[in-house]
């Protein structure tokens, strides 16, 4: 990561996880410092369209952090969470941050261990706002 940190001309930025869910730890994954590293470099790309974040744990504890890289960055159109461990708590509060945001148009949010009844309270909450996939 270090040699794109100041980079200006990415269009996508993708950070991904290589441990399977089933045997993920949080000591396999990113913490809120690293998290808040990643954040400059997504300012500084002002032509940003796609986020991704896989592979990872989210949580109540680090959501904010991760919200504040997809919420203060204007030309993002496509977020993906997939493969987070996310609950549907943690899910819906990235559904209602990113569907006021104007410039978002798709949110990924797969395997993230939801279930049916879930997943259908999520895409009836995206009715009309933000395509949201599973």
């Not at 290589?18 to 400059?40: C, F, G, M, Y």
């Not at 974040?53 to 904010?64: A, D, F, V, Y």
Request: hydrophobic letters at 40%; charged letters at 20%.
């Amino acid at each position: 990561m270090s040699s794109y940190q100041n980079r200006t001309d990415l269009w996508a930025i993708i950070i991904h996880g290589n441990v399977s869910a089933s045997t993920r730890k949080q000591a396999d994954v990113l913490d809120i410092e690293d998290l808040a590293r990643v954040k400059p470099m997504i300012s500084r790309n002002k032509f940003l369209q796609v986020l991704a974040i896989n592979g990872q744990i989210i949580n109540e504890s680090n959501r904010e952090t991760v919200n504040e890289m997809i919420g203060s960055h204007p030309s993002l159109e496509h977020v993906d969470l997939f493969d987070n461990m996310m609950s549907l708590d943690t899910c819906t509060f990235f559904f209602n941050s990113v569907s006021d945001l104007a410039s978002i148009k798709e949110l990924n949010l797969g395997d993230n261990g939801l279930d049916a009844d879930a997943r259908t309270h999520l895409k009836e909450l995206s009715a009309g706002r933000v395509s949201i996939s599973f």
